[in-house]
Nanobody, 121 residues
Framework: QVQLVESGGGLVQPGGSLRLSCAAS????????MRWYRQAPGKQRELVAA???????NYADPVKGRFTISRDNAKNTMYLQMDSLKPEDTAVYYC???????????????WGQGTQVTVSS
């Protein structure tokens, strides 16, 4: 059974930084594209950033220049370094990954449980 677990959320003041992690575990054969999404209260879930297995990245306009997505393929882990945080970054952050299961040998999308990020003074 493949699982994604996020960590690193919390409360931070405007202008501060947080680093989120997303660790994949279980019967993993290969992890393809990985993404961070976020959902603020009363709003739809939105894409924040994405990274391919070869390290190509892209970002949503609101976070460009402030957030950095990365991954450690050896650890099956993705990160989101968030700097210069703003109150509007407050949301539950979810990781998502397309993973090929080593046992069932199919590829599908998996989601983590989410981690709360609150930016407030």
């Amino acid at each position: 059974q493949v699982q994604l677990v996020e960590s690193g959320g919390g409360l931070v003041q405007p202008g501060g930084s947080l680093r989120l992690s997303c660790a994949a575990s279980g019967s993993i054969f290969s992890i393809y594209v990985m993404r961070w999404y976020r959902q603020a209260p009363g709003k739809q879930r939105e894409l924040v950033a994405a990274i391919t297995s070869s390290g190509e990245t892209n970002y949503a306009d609101p976070v460009k220049g402030r957030f950095t997505i990365s991954r450690d393929n050896a650890k099956n882990t993705m990160y989101l370094q968030m700097d210069s945080l703003k109150p509007e970054d407050t949301a539950v952050y979810y990781c998502n990954a397309y993973i090929r299961d080593a046992v069932v040998t199919n590829t599908k999308s998996y989601w983590g449980q989410g981690t709360q990020v609150t930016v407030s003074s």
